[in-house]
């Protein structure tokens, strides 16, 4: 009795009761707006200018890619706390002509002269978030060119032209952005030239102050008239490693020189009766695949949103893929990674019934999946012929390493973090190697035909929050604005591909929505809860009808973005 007494009390503290919007006309009563609908185009974004840009693009006669490229470098500019030209980009495309999905890998590579063995010399059982030691090659910008070169109709000068302007006249900083501005200035402002170029007058910009990077534009601006090889060949190039070299650096013209992007074939699984998409490592989107073929032996919709059986369920098949991410996830061309048993439904059936339905697991073993035979933004832009793009693009951690190459306009990223220095770990760092990526893209189609375009940024979350979008959609039956507003669920401290192994069960977060009983019950199943400010991640989706063609697009509520159609 006491200890009921004791679990009802933790509950009653833990839950934040909000108000609930029982008047609404249409909607859950926690969905913060109704879908927007269109049939001509649709844009989602984290920032109103970036999702507005990609529609005038569309207006303009470009293609769904060519409106995904000007809405990223709008937000390159007026969203350096998340991404940037000096970070990766990752992309999935449905194209109508060819009733296709294509998938682009434009991750970059550690440095050449990089070894593991420097990191042994200095003492080093990490590497470190900061400075020039995870410093990997920018891949951003050869993404642009490859996805334009494939799919783009306008001009490159013509798609680069908003975020140019916006950087030359300037715009207002807004409320997130400012925010993790100032968050970010803490651990980046002793590096040479980042102060100059992101805090004026000494600190970061408030929010509506206007922000202006003159030295951005002219990199767009010559990016978009002289291409790609001004960037990585040329004399961007050449200013990148002189820069890196004085901070005592590896990146160099070498590395820069010899950057490719990759075309991949995206993996799927099917999820009663959807196909949901994402690309293979060196990325994390094969954990939404192990999730939800995990969740598959549970009757989710019968147990409904928000129960005990459902927090559950996807807390310990979380715990169970993440053990998987930790031991397999790595650049597949230094290893023979199992792909396709880590996602097939025997494998699931097997990790399924390690899980307690009454207990939380402290830990779980990675599986036997041995081979047969081993701080983000996120959009999606839709055109009027039917041609779709998911797109993620990152610095990884905030705005990046906080290397900012001279007159450049931007931060070089730190994703050269999530490598491992273990000895045998797949994810172990070798020069000329792929990290391990948080960064995915997401896609579902049905019968052959594209359903939804969508993602979900924020590190480890993305994985656990491509997982809910689906099971919100497809076993709750939301529909796209509600499955993003829904609260969330995210579990922390899983094994991780850097090394560290879980023991304790990990720590899991409820955004406030969850009942008291659900909380509660929680407790008594041994769960651990905490609660976390804005760690749920940012999601944007665009469903389109297959009947009609009538898009539907969807922002998070909990970023300053837009969806917005024509």
Request: net charge neutral.
């Amino acid at each position: 009795m006491r200890r009921m007494l004791f679990l009802s009390l933790l509950a009653l503290i833990w839950v934040s009761v909000a108000a609930q919007a029982y008047d609404r006309v249409t909607g859950k009563p926690f969905a913060s707006r109704s879908e927007v609908l269109a049939r001509n185009g649709m844009a989602a974004t984290s920032h109103p200018l970036a999702s507005q840009a990609a529609i005038d693009i569309l207006k303009r006669g470009g293609t769904a890619v060519d409106a995904a490229l000007a809405a990223n470098a709008v937000l390159a500019l007026v969203e350096p706390v998340s991404c940037g030209i000096g970070g990766d980009l990752f992309a999935l495309v449905w194209e109508a002509k060819s009733g296709k999905l294509h998938g682009l890998n434009a991750s970059g590579r550690s440095p050449f002269d990089l070894t593991p063995e420097y990191f042994q010399e200095k003492g080093l059982s990490r590497i470190p978030l900061y400075g020039p030691l995870p410093v990997s090659v920018p891949g951003c910008v050869d993404g642009w060119f490859e996805l334009h070169a494939r799919f783009g109709a306008l001009s490159m000068a013509e798609i680069l032209a908003p975020a140019i302007g916006y950087a030359r006249e300037g715009f207002p900083v807004t409320e997130l952005v400012a925010y993790y501005w100032d968050r970010n200035i803490v651990h980046l402002k002793d590096f040479p030239g980042f102060p100059e170029l992101f805090m004026p007058g000494g600190r970061a910009p408030a929010k509506g102050e206007i922000f202006r990077n003159p030295q951005l534009a002219q990199t767009l601006e010559r990016i978009g008239s002289e291409g790609r090889d001004l960037f990585y060949r040329g004399e961007f190039a050449r200013t990148i490693a002189s820069y890196m070299a004085k901070q005592g650096g590896f990146l160099s013209y070498r590395d820069m020189a010899e950057h490719t992007s990759e075309w991949v074939e995206p993996v799927s699984i099917s999820y009663r009766g959807y196909e949901v998409w994402e690309l293979p490592p060196n990325g994390q989107g094969i954990a939404v695949l192990q999730i939800l073929n995990i969740l598959a032996g549970f009757d989710l919709r019968k147990a409904g949103f928000g129960s005990t059986e459902h927090l559950h369920a996807f807390i310990e098949a979380k715990k169970l893929a993440f053990e998987d991410r930790a031991k397999f996830y790595a650049d597949p061309q230094f290893n023979e990674l199992p792909v396709e048993r880590l996602i097939s439904m025997d494998y699931a059936d097997t990790r399924r019934r390690l899980i307690d339905p009454k207990r939380a697991a402290q830990a779980y073993p990675a599986g036997d999946a041995a081979l047969e035979g081993g701080d983000t933004i996120y959009l999606t832009v839709a055109d009027g012929q039917g041609n779709m793009v998911s797109l993620i693009q990152s610095n990884y951690l905030g705005m990046g390493s906080g290397m900012t190459p001279t007159g450049l306009g931007f931060v070089l990223q730190n994703r050269g973090q999530l490598f491992a220095l273990e000895a045998g770990h797949f994810n172990r760092f070798e020069p000329h190697k792929r990290p391990f990526h948080t960064i995915i893209p997401g896609f579902m189609t049905r019968g052959g035909k594209p359903f939804m375009s969508f993602g979900v940024m924020g590190g480890s979350m993305q994985p656990q929050g491509h997982a809910q979008i689906v099971m919100n959609i497809v076993d709750f039956g939301m529909n796209l604005q509600e499955a993003g507003d829904a609260p969330r669920i995210r579990h922390g401290g899983s094994s991780q591909p850097t090394g560290e192994t879980m023991r304790d069960g990990g720590t899991v977060y409820l955004e406030s929505g969850f009942s008291q009983e659900t909380v509660r019950d929680l407790l008594g199943m041994g769960h651990r809860l905490a609660q976390s400010r804005g760690a749920y991640g940012g999601y944007q989706a665009i469903r389109v009808d297959a009947e009609t063609g009538v898009y539907y697009g969807a922002s998070e509520s909990r970023k300053d973005g837009q969806a917005i159609g024509y």
